[in-house]
């Protein structure tokens, strides 16, 4: 368990990325807008405030997709519990085989068990596949929809494991091309999966906690997350 008391044991891994009207989009443009509506010297002989105005896509940057996302009458992020967003993380490193086609095969999962042990129930897993290196350049990281993936296998495979979410630093875990058998998946199941991750690669295989706390909107399906992870030092 972990001991609010001694929070300086820990190591805090930010794992979201920045949101701005660049960020990188399924559909090309992210639509994310910031205006200011108010400002500072609007009221200079009062307290004044910096008011800003948003507009955006729920499924921008960092992000959460619910099981509603694809399911009908499927849990909301509303409703997701709070338990299953805080959760013992698994970092399965595939970034050595990186290239634009990658397609992320039960073996890897297997050999990762063999070195760290199996993915117990109910923990995060996270696929750090170093296409994050691209996030900041829109046009490479979105590549036509090319990027590197989950494999249906390697998604039923997890759902044995019991996993409660899943997240990969890519636009997606599926391909457009291939009927979405991940998101059918795992969405289908009650869990929930979290795209666009940021800095898996300072986790550790295995004993991290993973924090992914998305803005609780009502029928919410997707929502942009603050996801970190707490380390043991």
């Known amino acids: 368990m972990i001991n609010t008391f ?21 559909q090309g443009t992210c639509s994310f807008k910031q205006v200011t509506i108010a400002d500072y010297e ?35 992020i509303a409703d997701i519990a709070l338990p299953q967003l805080i959760r013992p993380c698994v970092m399965i490193d595939v970034s050595a085989d990186r290239n634009d086609h990658l397609l992320i095969r039960p073996e890897t999962v297997f050999a990762h068990e063999k070195d760290w042990g199996d993915i117990p ?8 596949t170093g296409w994050e290196q691209f996030f900041y350049d829109p046009i490479r990281y ?10 249906e296998s390697t ?26 058998p991940v998101h059918r998946l795992l969405l289908g199941a009650g869990k929930y999966i979290v795209e666009n991750i940021a800095n898996a690669k300072l986790l550790s295989p295995r004993g991290d906690y993973i924090f992914a706390l998305p803005i609780k909107i009502e029928d919410g399906t997707e929502a942009p997350v603050r996801a970190f992870a707490m380390q043991p030092l």
């Open 42 to 76: 609007d009221n200079p002989d009062k307290t004044s405030f910096k008011i800003n105005e948003i507009s955006m896509r729920a499924g921008i940057g960092t992000h959460m997709d619910a099981p509603a996302h694809c399911v009908p009458r499927g849990t909301s």
């Open 6 to 26: 001694n929070l300086d044991k820990f190591k805090f891994i930010d794992l979201t990325h920045p949101v701005t009207e660049r960020t990188p989009h399924w």
């Open 142 to 151: 979105r590549n036509d929809l090319v990027f590197p993936s989950i494999s």
């Open 155 to 180: 998604a039923e495979l997890l759902l044995r494991r019991n996993i409660a979410g899943l997240a990969i630093d890519t636009l997606s875990p599926d391909l457009p091309n291939t009927n979405f």
């Open 121 to 128: 129930a109910n923990a995060f897993v996270v696929f750090y």
